[in-house]
């Protein structure tokens, strides 16, 4: 290890020292530069094993070293540490072939972990503040969403690559750091859309622990790996599939792309909510569809109704998702029959299926009060028509209502898409308008109206 030498460089001389000093620490020959020109010249007389660089400095960055590196010398690793502010910079460093990142501030071990990796090419360990793990494992947050000028109570990450090569996720801040708000205007004026939290994070980040999930620890997943990413998957798919139907502005694909894709994810990752979309899924494909079609409806109308929360509206999209889970105790040729085909006793049955998911999801802890009342008046309606118990107006939930009118939005359009008739979301549309009068609440079929024509 003691033959191996680095060359560091920074034009800041104290970190540039603090750098050297832990490099010399753990064995290694070092040469430290204040700048890119020194560090060309250092390259010839020095012949480092590994360039570790910052990116910002005056004249030429370390993004111009790393071009030179890799047109001169590109057997050899380049290292970038970056700060937070330098983030952008990472999306043109890893194409152009950056072996690792470091997000400053790092630690001593930190640099330790990601000096062994590369100089021992060894892939077995991911680089400090790095990491290739599945992307189901983590949650994006819409940078309108981030809550800045705050201690973070969870690292950071941004995304890069191209998805057919896998993601790879770099750090760009550590927990307990401030990120002030000009920085987060900078960014999105780049074009910088999302940041990435891990999945365990995301909780803490958005409140769930206290607004959604009541669990008192933290669930543990024992489903493999390979299950969970092949549900992650197929609803992904299906989430992206009913979005490209709808005539939304990109504004609102992409915000609900986001809010569904971390609902999933986090309602993936523990074992009993795995375990109830999962049944959903073997029920039949026209449930599980029609669930997360109501899902991304629901999520809609909640953001044009200016629920604004990510957790609020992540618990609309949970409550959605999971809203026909009592079916999965019907009769299965039942489940995916039509109601005007049904006879007057499958309809009895048929009308008990809200009773029986509310029963299902009261027995996991881990659903509030109002998920599950949703998911008992998510057939209600305004004049006491509906059912289980034909509830009137104000005894029923928001969220219920909510659910209602996309519940109704969706079913219309699948027929209408399954019958083969012609646009059907405008049909679908004038479905929910002519029952908005008594049956449904107005407030949310306007906001759904308002989405779909692209008013909101």
């Known amino acids: 290890m003691g033959t191996k030498k680095i060359l560091i460089v920074d034009d800041d001389q104290d970190f540039r020292e603090i750098v050297g000093a832990c490099v010399k620490k753990m064995g290694y020959d070092m040469l430290a530069v204040n700048g890119v020109a020194q560090a060309k010249q250092g390259i010839g007389l020095f012949e480092p094993h590994l360039i570790l660089t910052d990116t910002q400095m005056p004249e030429e960055t370390g993004i111009d070293l790393l071009k030179h590196v890799k047109a001169n010398h590109p057997e050899t690793p380049i290292i970038l540490m970056t700060g937070f502010s330098d983030l952008l910079d990472s999306f043109k460093a890893a194409e152009l072939g950056a072996s690792a990142f470091l997000a400053k501030p790092f630690r001593d071990t930190e640099l330790q972990e990601v000096l062994e990796r590369i100089l021992s090419s060894s892939e077995k360990t991911p680089p400090a503040g790095e990491t290739f793990t599945d992307d189901n494992d983590y949650c994006q947050i819409a940078i309108d969403d981030f809550v800045s000028g705050r201690n973070l109570q969870c690292s950071i990450f941004i995304r890069i690559g191209p998805a057919d090569k896998g993601f790879r996720y770099i750090k760009v801040a550590h927990a307990g750091e401030d990120i002030a708000m000009d920085r987060?205007?900078?960014?999105?004026?780049?074009?910088?859309?999302?940041?990435?939290?891990?999945?365990?994070?995301?909780?803490?980040?958005?409140?769930?622990?206290?607004?959604?999930?009541?669990?008192?620890?933290?669930?543990q997943l024992k489903v493999s790996a390979d299950k969970r990413a092949k549900l992650v998957s197929h609803t992904l798919s299906l989430i992206n599939q009913e979005l490209?139907?709808?005539?939304?502005?990109?504004?609102?694909?992409?915000?609900?792309?986001?809010?569904?894709?971390?609902?999933?994810?986090?309602?993936?990752?523990?074992?009993?909510?795995?375990?109830?979309?999962?049944s959903l899924e073997n029920l039949s494909e026209q449930v599980f569809s029609h669930s997360?079609?109501?899902?991304?409806?629901?999520?809609?109308?909640?953001?044009?109704?200016?629920?604004?929360?990510t957790?609020?509206?992540?618990?609309?999209?949970?409550?959605?998702?999971?809203?026909?889970?009592?079916?999965?105790?019907l009769p299965p040729d039942l489940v995916d029959k039509r109601r005007s085909k049904m006879t007057a006793e499958e309809l009895r049955l048929y009308e008990t299926h809200p009773q029986r998911g509310f029963e299902i999801v009261s027995d996991n802890t881990r659903y509030s009060p109002e998920v599950c009342q949703a998911i008992l008046h998510h057939h209600e309606r305004m004049n006491g028509s509906g059912f289980p118990n034909h509830l009137m107006s104000s005894k029923i939930i928001r969220l219920a209502n909510i659910i209602a009118v996309a519940d109704e939005f969706a079913h219309e359009f699948e027929k209408?898409?399954?019958?083969?008739?012609?646009?059907?979301?405008?049909?679908?549309?004038?479905h929910i308008i002519s029952m908005k009068s008594d049956r449904l609440y107005a407030p949310a079929v306007d906001a759904l109206v308002d989405v779909l024509t692209n008013k909101k």
């Open 184 to 219: 987060i205007h900078v960014y999105k004026q780049k074009g910088l859309m999302h940041l990435h939290v891990r999945v365990e994070d995301f909780r803490a980040y958005i409140g769930l622990m206290e607004r959604l999930v009541n669990a008192a620890q933290k669930p």
């Open 244 to 278: 490209m139907d709808l005539p939304i502005s990109d504004e609102s694909f992409d915000h609900v792309n986001s809010i569904l894709s971390a609902t999933v994810k986090l309602v993936t990752s523990d074992e009993d909510s795995f375990e109830l979309l999962k």
């Open 292 to 309: 997360v079609a109501v899902s991304i409806y629901s999520t809609l109308i909640a953001k044009a109704m200016d629920w604004s929360s």
């Open 311 to 329: 957790a609020i509206q992540m618990k609309v999209a949970t409550a959605a998702l999971i809203h026909d889970i009592g079916k999965r105790q």
């Open 416 to 430: 209408c898409k399954s019958d083969k008739q012609e646009f059907p979301v405008v049909r679908a549309t004038q």
